[in-house]
């Protein structure tokens, strides 16, 4: 990874600078109110930006995935270059058996051949989540394994 | 009292359509600023003028209530200007600006203090006018900053800690100018600065040291818990302020410095519609007790001073940017961006509004004011292309 500089913006929030590969000065700036801008330097003066680009959250959002930069989606595109391999998304509702159980105590992974890779916990991502990580009602499990294991995976988890 | 008393003699239909119609003027007024690229602020001292003493429709029966608002105005501008920063910004930009920030005091005080001794001041009137001089508005500048997209740029970080640091020094400075317009004698003087002092000190340790326990006793309140929370606390802390000498605005500064965390972010957001009307307030308070005709006679002193103000902080923004930028166009681009004054002048003035020279240098602070607000963002705009027309035609 390139070497990244913070600097703080007081009142307005944090900036991140760094040059690529090819040989570019990108900054991200980070506003408290969770806009987000995009600044690329001008090559031949860096004092100055030549593009800005303004970000709202949803498009923040947009740009992260569409760059792959989230675990979640990185996860996925390994998976799906696998033959065979398929991945799926459980939602643990209230009521389920393991809601309160730990990964490890259910046996999930011994009893199906599946693994849980990532734990959707409201905004938050548990990425690959140990035997200790508890399971809680309306986390979404990101798992992955066969066909045949998965679905016995959403019958354990469901029933 | 005698204030909420004269408020309820009135007749309240009337006040209702005088304030009615100010607001709905301002409000136009702010469109316009909008559409000009130009902060309202000026705009609002213009109207201030139109409807004040001896202005083009003078307004009468809503004036006191019109005082008391702009006086909370104060109150709320300043604490959001401390919700702004968090103390590790405070620390660090004190660690890398001291040292600009006391050439900055320099170069921009010296002229305003100069002319009030040259009109044959008082010498307290003299030592706030160069305080008017002095300081940029931190909300003009940072808007700027970001409406023309510099926020990327090397030399802006510097600029932005500039700004913390001067506005750390008006919480020193006001409460001593504060301290020695109370005191009348000598020796009472020394004392009322060392009380000031000493409870900005305190009031400073406490918001640093125990801020965070106090943002987190906030922080489960519901919007509207937290709305009157903030509020409450903010005139609570002011007006005891006040009590010992310390200016009431300081005191609401350093409330806002002591919140952080989310907090800060939400006490922001629901304080930030409520500063907005109240500080539109205060700006149309201080220039409706001037007299149009003041402003006329000190013309020549107030242009005098923009254009050093200017030269002033060109200065500032060529030294603070020494580590960071290279080029003389990004030096010169941030000084362009620190010409702008505002609140801190007017507040500063406003404070001077009861000493002898208090008129005059009101009419002064408010040229002032309309001068660099208005030439201080339209120079940050062409900053470039001026500097190219200026290298050329020293080249020839």
Redesign the interface.
Known sequence: MSEVTETQLPGIGVRHEFTTSHGERLAVLAHRTGRREIAVYDRSNPDECSTVLHLSPDDTRTLAELLGASPVSEAIAAVQRLEGVAIDWIPIRPGSPQDGSTIGSGQLRTRTGTSIVALLRGDETVPAPGPDVVLNADDLAVAVGTSDGLRQLRALLEA | MTLLADVTNVDPAVAFIEIGVVALVLSMLARLAGRLGITAIPLYLLAGLAVGKGGIAPLDVSADFIHLAGEIGVLLLLLTLGL??SP???R??LRSSAVPGVIDAITNFTPGFAVGLVLGWEPISAVLLGGVCWVSS?GIV?KVL?DL?????????AI??L??VEDLAMAVYLPIVAAVIAGREADETIVAVFIALTAVAMILTVSLRWGDRLSALLSPASDEALLLAVFGLTLLVGGLAQQVQVSAAIGAFLVGLALSGPVQ?RASAVVGPLRDLFAATFFVFFSFSIDPGDVVVVLIPATVLAVLGIGGKLVSGWIVTRPT???A??RLRAGSALIARGEFSIVIAALGASTVDGASLGAIAAAYVLITAVAGPLAARYADQLTTIVSRTGSR
Do not use: F, H
Request: glycine residues 10%.
């Open positions: 702004e920063y590790n910004e405070l660090d930009g931190s940072s970001t997209d510099r926020l990327g740029n090397r030399e802006t970080p932005l800690n700004l913390v972010a930028t290279t080029s166009r990004g």
